[in-house]
């Protein structure tokens, strides 16, 4: 799942997140921890223009920094950066940080990276918004080697040049995964090519049968047969009946028809799922969580 509160855009923030904070966080990744959930996830924005800040909100964590802070509080819980815009740095800054993290928490770390798009953030950071996604593919390359087992990484590309240069400590994982999120004709072929895995952004259920054989058709004609770990971001959910408005495209009801519906997803080639509860409170969310977990999880 997405975490909360580390980011607050209108589009799917609830009201109490506003509120909350650190504990919170620790208190909503604990519980992913011991439910079971695969992974925890944290966006990543820079700064936001005015233009933008009564939609997206100006709060959006630094993901490492929150990745890294709740590996501390966590025991077997992955921790994604959905996504990392990672053109809008060099790659051995970004690996540097990432190695790290991967390092400290024993091995957890999945990459994700996107295009971003919010042109006055590439502006002021000195990077081409025109270009990002060119310095996305090359980035995604620069990221292979530099997060690779060599401890002098070797990249010479048109954007980027670097050997002889050497960074400890080096990730735990002999290969960090790269997801490549984002629903873009680019950002399909690029998840195709270039990724570990895809993670689909806003497609719905009709929209993903048609979107994972052209990633599957695309990634075959590369000639790339490592396996790809294709996600999906489901309705929101809540388990059982809730007794206030939750929206008319969240998914409710008793485990058993939660699963039901959730596993058509399976059916149409998706091997994981992220998923959102509405809620009024952290203890609701947690609530929430720990439910799926032991009751709807199983039956997927």
């Known amino acids: 799942m997405q975490l909360p509160?580390?980011?607050?855009?209108?589009?799917?923030?609830?009201?109490?997140?506003?509120?909350?904070g650190p504990g919170d966080l620790v208190e909503i990744a604990r519980t992913a921890d011991r439910s079971g959930f695969d992974y925890v996830a944290s966006c990543?924005?820079?700064?936001?223009?005015?233009?933008?800040?009564?939609?997206?909100?100006?709060?959006?964590?630094?993901?490492?920094?929150?990745?890294?802070?709740?590996?501390?509080?966590t025991e077997r819980v992955r921790l994604l950066s959905h996504v990392a815009v990672v053109g809008l740095r060099h790659p051995l800054l970004t690996a540097k940080q990432y190695a790290t993290l991967d390092h400290l928490s024993g091995g957890r770390l999945i990459l994700g990276v996107g295009a971003g798009h919010v042109q006055e953030e590439f502006e002021v950071l000195g990077v081409d918004f025109e270009r990002r996604g060119a310095v996305l593919d090359e980035?995604?390359?620069?990221?292979?080697?530099?997060?690779?087992?060599?401890?002098?990484?070797?990249?010479?590309?048109?954007?980027?040049?670097?050997?002889?240069?050497g960074q400890l400590p080096r990730p735990t994982q002999e290969r960090v995964p790269v997801w490549v999120g984002g629903s873009s004709p680019a950002a399909v072929r690029r998840a195709a090519v270039r990724g570990d895995g895809w993670l689909p952004q806003g497609d719905p259920r009709d929209r993903l049968p048609e979107q994972i054989a052209r990633v599957r058709r695309l990634r075959e004609e590369a000639g790339v047969s490592d396996?790809?770990?294709v996600g999906a971001i489901t309705e929101p959910l809540y388990v059982g009946e809730p007794g206030w408005s939750v929206g008319r495209r969240t998914l409710t009801g008793a485990p058993e028809a939660l699963a039901e519906s959730l596993r058509a997803y399976r059916a149409m080639g998706v091997h994981q799922i992220q998923v959102r509860f509405r809620s009024r409170s952290r203890s609701e969310l947690t609530d929430q969580m720990a439910a799926f977990g032991s009751e709807v999880a199983p039956l997927l």
Request: charged share 20%; proline share 7%.
């Open 5 to 20: 509160v580390q980011s607050q855009s209108t589009m799917y923030a609830e009201a109490w997140e506003a509120d909350a």
């Open 44 to 73: 990543d924005h820079v700064a936001i223009p005015r233009r933008l800040a009564a939609a997206m909100s100006t709060v959006w964590y630094d993901p490492v920094a929150t990745l890294g802070f709740l590996a501390g509080v």
């Open 139 to 165: 980035c995604v390359d620069a990221l292979r080697a530099a997060l690779g087992p060599d401890e002098f990484p070797t990249h010479h590309g048109k954007l980027y040049d670097f050997e002889g240069l």
């Open 227 to 229: 396996p790809l770990t």
